[in-house]
């Protein structure tokens, strides 16, 4: 249990389709992932999937190796009418919470006050949900190929 993993990532906003946002969550061995957009009226997808402890050293060495328990978001943009992230990591020793604009581009991160730490967490966030999505896709195949 004293290397347990929690994350938490949010990121969303309020706009002509109303509430949109991609959210994951891992608590133990349990991945919970929320999609909702009303583009094309496609709606709410949820998936929840077991982790092996494969997938959780994993998960835990992305985040291990991004640093991003080094970064403090004080100089970050705050939630805006664009949307905001959010970002929640407990491993122990660590629990760090982030919360910032959405980031469009790799332009918004050099603007910034802190490209740095933005930097760093951009590109976590970025390889954290390729991995969900990777392990959705692999989890939830509803047409296999040939």
């Known amino acids: 249990m004293a290397d347990q993993l929690y994350l938490r990532y949010y990121s969303g906003h309020v706009g002509s389709y109303g509430h949109e946002f991609i959210e994951f969550e891992i608590t133990g061995n349990r991945l919970r992932f929320a999609l909702n957009t009303n583009y094309r009226?496609?709606?709410l997808l949820r998936r929840e999937m077991h982790l092996s402890q494969a997938v959780l050293d994993e998960f835990k060495r992305i985040v291990a190796e991004s640093e991003i328990v080094k970064e403090d978001d004080a100089k970050w943009p705050?939630?805006?009418v664009v949307g905001r992230q959010e970002l929640e990591v407990m491993l122990p020793p660590y629990h760090i919470s982030f919360e910032t604009a959405k980031i469009g581009s790799l332009v918004d991160v050099q603007n910034s006050d802190d490209p740095d730490g933005m930097r760093v967490f951009y590109y976590l966030v970025q390889?954290?949900?390729?991995f969900v999505y990777?392990?959705?896709?692999l989890h939830f195949k509803i047409k296999p190929t040939n």
């Open 41 to 43: 009226n496609e709606g």
């Open 127 to 130: 390889d954290l949900k390729i």
């Open 134 to 137: 990777s392990l959705i896709s």
């Open 78 to 80: 705050k939630k805006n």
